[in-house]
Structure formats: C-alpha cells, structure tokens
C-alpha cells in the first residue's frame, strides 16, 4: 500500500483528501507543515502533496527542507497558480503542479504517473553509471560526482542530467524535455526549462559561459557533449 503524506493546514481540505485517498486504497496521513523532517521519518511516505500558502513556514520553504535529505516525489497543489509559481515550485525539485480547485480524477492519475514512473525506473535503470570525461553519473544511486566531488543536485536537476547525457548525440526541444523530465506536456510554457538548464550549468560546468556537457543548438534546444 503506498502512502501520501497531504501537508495542508485547512481542516476541510484535510478531510476531504484523507476520505477520497484513502477509498483509492492509499494510506493517508494529513499535516499541517511544522517540523517536516520527524513526520517523513516517522511515516516514510511515497508521496507528498504539499500546498503553498500556508502560515509560518509556506510550501516552497518545506520543499527546499524536504530536498536537503529526501529525493521522495513531492505534487504542489495550491490556489496560487501564476506561471512563476509553478516555475519556482518545479525548480526547487517538485514532479508536479496542480492548481486548486483540482478535478479529483485528474489528480489520481497523476499521482498514479508518479508512482509508477518512479517505482520502474529503480528497476529498469538500476545498473546504468554514465562516465564522461571528470563527471560521473551513477543512475541506481542518484549521484553526481566530478573530479571525485559530490554535486548536489534537485531530482529535476539530476533527470534532466540523466536525459541529456544518455542520449549525448540527440537534441531535445524544450517541450521534448519537458515530456521527458516530468512526463507530461500540461505545462504551458518553457521558462521552466530555461530557468532547471541554468542551474544544472551553475552546478557542473566548470565555466557557465562557456559550458561543455550542456550545449545549446540554437533556435533548436539543448544536448550533451565535450
């Protein structure tokens, strides 16, 4: 049985997703945002659907808290849903982003895609280390290393890493790597990529201006190559 954590300080939307989650066989615990780090450890979920606006600590701040330890899927579902919230939500290492108010199918299957994509992908690419000149990209644990130094990066960061260096001869559009990286073209948009491209260089490449592993093709996209 999976289990989803909904981070949400509204009485009623707790409620509401603890009842309908859980009649989807889910096992659902509701919190309100405070002290995120003992609730995960205590209930290990599989998900979390986190809200935004929220007094005190918001969502974007536990996201960044949550990404310091954890690479665990995390779906904004929030009121506010102006472009550049979903830009910073997806940047700062969110897989998704539903705007309230949500149709309830429609976040089923996206919960349902994250599963699945992220449960398969540990047993179809379990084995696969990506060596390229100093940097090493070692699929199965997630990590990225160069000149034997550990880069951290966001699990958005480390897919769009992934995608481009296994694939080092094909150019990807910005909408390709958007269905790529999160699996969906629901977005409208493509600042997102823009903005996940920039902060991959920041971290990899030894000078931004002028990087090695991510090249861009003009009026094109982007690819992988020395």
């Known amino acids: 049985m999976y289990k989803i954590l909904v981070v949400d300080d509204e009485p009623m939307i ?3 997703m603890e009842g309908f989650l859980s009649r989807e066989g889910y096992l659902v ?8 780090h003992e609730v995960i450890n ?7 659907l986190l809200d935004i606006m929220m007094p005190g600590t918001d969502g974007f701040e536990v ?33 998704d982003f539903l705007a309230k108010p949500f149709d309830s199918e429609e976040l089923l299957l ?5 599963l699945r994509r992220s449960t398969h992908s540990i047993i179809r690419e379990n084995w696969e280390i990506l060596r390229v000149a100093d940097l090493i990209v070692d699929h199965k644990a997630r990590t990225v290393t160069i000149n034997g130094i550990v880069i951290e990066l966001t699990p958005k960061e480390f897919d769009l890493l992934w995608l481009l260096a296994s694939n080092p001869k094909q150019v990807f559009t910005r909408e390709q ?25 920041e971290k ?7 990087p090695i592993y991510i ?12």
Do not use: H
């Not at 996206?110 to 994250?114: S, T």
């Open 110 to 114: 996206r919960i349902r895609a994250i």
């Open 215 to 226: 090249k861009t093709v003009r009026s094109v996209g982007y690819k992988f190559g020395l």
């Open 177 to 201: 790597i958007i269905y790529q990286v999160w699996n969906s073209d629901f977005y409208q948009g493509t600042a997102i990529v823009t903005m996940l491209i920039k902060r991959l260089r």
């Open 63 to 95: 996201c960044k808290q949550i990404r310091k330890t954890n690479n665990i899927p995390i779906v904004f579902l929030s009121a506010k849903n102006d472009i550049m919230d979903r830009v910073l939500g997806l940047t700062l290492g969110a897989d």
């Open 14 to 16: 707790q409620k509401f």
């Open 29 to 36: 615990k509701v919190w309100a945002g405070e002290k995120i």
């Open 42 to 48: 205590e209930f290990n979920p599989d998900l979390v």
């Open 204 to 210: 990899i490449e030894p000078d931004e201006g002028s």
